[in-house]
């Protein structure tokens, strides 16, 4: 079974890459993130006529989630259980549901912003939400596993230049500890190997050459149960998918499970 969680940054920006893409990686179950289309606007059609089913949260502008499945879709749950509001909003950043042999999210956890920003507490309260959401089925027996864009780089080897981040997000104690948090919910962080340099990066920013300088970070992951980690035969990050034209500025994570 091939799962992948992907970051398009506009799913209608990126549709023709994006079902190309399906059709030549022979992925079962697409976690999707930052679709930036209300669900009416999402391309369920399209997709449908490759084989996949989609469950979509999403209500325009920024944000929204996806899990596209052509082995597929069941209980499914749209918003993160108890998850908080901003400023009176609750945001798409969540969906979840069974897929064949797994339970699945896709997650897109807030930016931040700047530390001491009110987003920035959210950021961490939302990672509060994310842990007892998932706590019942972390531990269970069945594979399952949280993918998504999750804006926290987890160690400094995840960031190409540590000492430029002095004083932003992704990189700060709170975070880190809220990952740790997660993880200590019974998940394993599985990390992908890369098809190219010594760091598995995931994304790189448009501006000032930041992929063709390799200038990246490892903020989309893929948190599993004990039972999905070890199914894991294989994870990669598919950076092909960051090149030419159009491309959005993540690159899809894959993992192969032996189930």
Aim: aromatic share 10%; proline share 6%; glycine share 10%.
């Amino acid at each position: 079974m091939r799962i992948a969680t992907w970051n398009v940054n506009s799913i209608t920006a990126r549709l023709p890459r994006l079902l190309a893409w399906l059709e030549s990686s022979g992925t079962d179950v697409l976690c999707v993130q930052e679709t930036k289309c209300s669900e009416e606007q999402f391309p369920s059609g399209q997709l449908k006529e490759l084989g996949y089913e989609s469950a979509v949260h999403a209500t325009g502008r920024w944000n929204g989630v996806a899990l596209l499945s052509r082995v597929g879709l069941e209980d499914v749950v749209k918003g993160l259980p108890g998850g908080p509001e901003y400023e009176g909003v609750s945001e798409p950043r969540a969906v979840s549901a069974v897929c064949g042999p797994v339970r699945l999210w896709s997650v897109y956890v807030p930016n931040g912003r700047e530390v001491g920003h009110e987003h920035f507490a959210y950021k961490l309260r939302w990672f509060e939400a994310l842990g007892a959401a998932v706590r019942e089925d972390a531990a269970g027996s069945r594979p399952f596993a949280v993918l998504g864009d999750y804006n926290v780089a987890p160690t400094d080897d995840d960031v190409w230049d540590r000492s430029l981040f002095d004083g932003a997000t992704h990189v700060t104690p709170e975070e880190r500890a809220a990952l740790a948090a997660l993880r200590a919910e019974g998940l394993t962080d599985v990390v992908p190997r890369p098809l190219k340099y010594d760091r598995p990066f995931t994304y790189w920013d448009y501006r000032e050459l930041g992929f063709p300088k390799n200038r990246g970070m490892r903020i989309d992951l893929v948190y599993g149960n004990g039972p999905f980690a070890t199914a894991v035969k294989d994870s990669y990050v598919d950076r092909e998918e960051r090149k030419g034209k159009g491309a959005s500025d993540h690159a899809p994570v894959v993992v192969d499970l032996d189930l």
